[in-house]
């Protein structure tokens, strides 16, 4: 019999009831480090001071109204976000697949606006995830998630992952968009190297293409600096946000330039949750937090701390682990084994990691995680890959 809960999900047998700071406790009273905060979400991690009290504040004043009407919520979160990067204009939704929705509906009304409504083809790379509407798997378009839904969205000329040379081939008159990811998460934490993102900004620029990045997973301070693409010196044309602007609450957003969004009058797109008050009472606590020189050196410190820790576990379990390697806050281990096997043994030693593609479990911390915090990590991932290690001599 089908459970109550579509079984799309494969669980792990643990359940929370409750977090505070990098710290969740299961049901029967243990306490997990989470090295996962709910896939990137969690940026500030569990309970913070500041977005409890924004969202119970927000909640006792007013939860929803209409975007049929002014929320002062969302222009203030709107006018942080236009203060802090490239972007003009900010249009919010509720996920990061629905903002990979309205990149694509933007970058297409763009070319259509501009008398190329041939152009509605975009650019994208193996091993990206822009979520599972039907936009982000045929934007995808891997196997594992396309397979059996029928006919895909058109348009999505897929590349291989760090084909410049391949970026340049399949441009034709018929070419809207590239868009990438700067980090990729679920593809197994593959950063794209800042002399990649800077090539591909300049072959937009001479091809009249627009440059979409998905910093879904990578964005909101994960790598040390508010988005990722600060790091290469470019900018986007659009760019998708979620999962940590909302801290936990479900909330995501398009940024553009005014350009980029000049096709997107007032009719042509719109949701009925998108920026409401609680979401972006929360999102303005985030982006107060986040968005400071301050916040921003300490996840540099504590990622400088982490990454050379986790040097030092990968070459003391040589047989477990192949490499580290990300940004910031935002790390992969390459698993020898199975990564699935060392997820599991995390759990074992009460510690929270998430597996990826490419073998690789996946570091995504609160980015407010203490050198306390860092160094319980060091210990149970310590233990959780000597756990592995055994199992494999013994096998
Ligand atoms: C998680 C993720 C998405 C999808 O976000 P949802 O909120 O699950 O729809 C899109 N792109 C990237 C890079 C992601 O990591």
Redesign the pocket.
Same mark, same amino acid.
């Given at each position: 019999m089908i459970p109550s809960v579509l079984p799309t999900y494969n669980r792990a047998p643990l359940t929370f009831v409750k977090g505070e700071g990098a710290w969740l406790t299961e049901a029967d009273g243990r306490r997990f480090l989470d090295l996962g905060a709910g896939?990137?979400v969690n940026a500030l991690g569990h309970a913070h001071p500041a977005l409890v009290a924004a969202l119970t504040e927000q909640a006792h004043a007013l939860w929803h109204v209409s975007n049929l009407y002014n929320i002062p919520q969302q222009q203030a979160l709107a006018d942080k976000l236009v203060e802090h990067t490239f972007a003009d204009t900010v249009f919010f939704t509720n996920?990061?697949?629905?903002?990979?929705e309205l990149a694509v509906k933007m970058a297409r009304k763009y070319f259509y606006d501009k008398g190329q409504p041939e152009r509605v083809e975009i650019i994208t790379f193996d091993g @990206?995830?822009? *979520?599972? @509407?039907s936009a *982000?798997i045929a934007a995808a378009g891997s196997e594992k998630m396309t397979k059996g839904f029928g006919p895909l969205l058109p348009g999505f000329v897929h590349l291989t992952f760090g084909d410049l040379d391949g970026v340049t081939n399949a441009i034709t008159e018929r070419t809207a968009a590239v868009m990438i990811?700067p980090v990729?998460?679920?593809g197994g934490i593959r950063p794209v190297p800042d002399a990649e993102l800077k090539a591909l900004r300049q072959i937009c620029d001479k091809n009249g293409l627009l440059l979409i990045l998905?910093?879904?997973?990578?964005g909101v301070g994960r790598t040390g600096k508010l988005f990722a693409h600060e790091w290469a010196g470019i900018t986007p044309d659009i760019m998708?946000v979620?999962?940590g602007i909302g801290g936990g609450f479900?909330l995501?957003a398009v940024l553009a330039t005014e350009d980029a969004a000049s096709g997107m009058t007032a009719g042509t797109h719109g949701s009925t949750y998108g920026g409401n008050p609680l979401g972006c009472a929360v999102g303005c606590a985030v982006i107060d937090q986040v968005a400071t020189p301050a916040f921003l050196e300490g996840v540099n410190r504590k990622a400088g701390l982490l990454l050379q820790k986790l040097e030092g576990l990968v070459a003391d379990h040589p047989d477990v682990f192949e490499e580290v390697r990300g940004s910031g806050l935002m790390l992969g281990l390459k698993c020898k084994t199975s990564n699935i096997d060392m997820v599991n043994a995390g759990y074992e030693n009460e510690v929270i990691t998430v597996p990826a593609a490419d073998n690789v479990i996946r570091l995504l911390p609160p980015l407010t995680l203490s050198e306390d915090d860092i160094a319980q990590a060091l210990i149970r991932l310590d233990k959780a890959a000597t756990q592995v290690n055994s199992q494999l001599t013994s096998a």
């Open positions: 896939i990137a996920s990061g697949t629905e903002s990979c @990206s995830f822009h *979520g599972r @509407s *982000g990811e990729q998460g679920e998905d910093e879904v997973q990578c998708m979620a999962k479900p995501g």
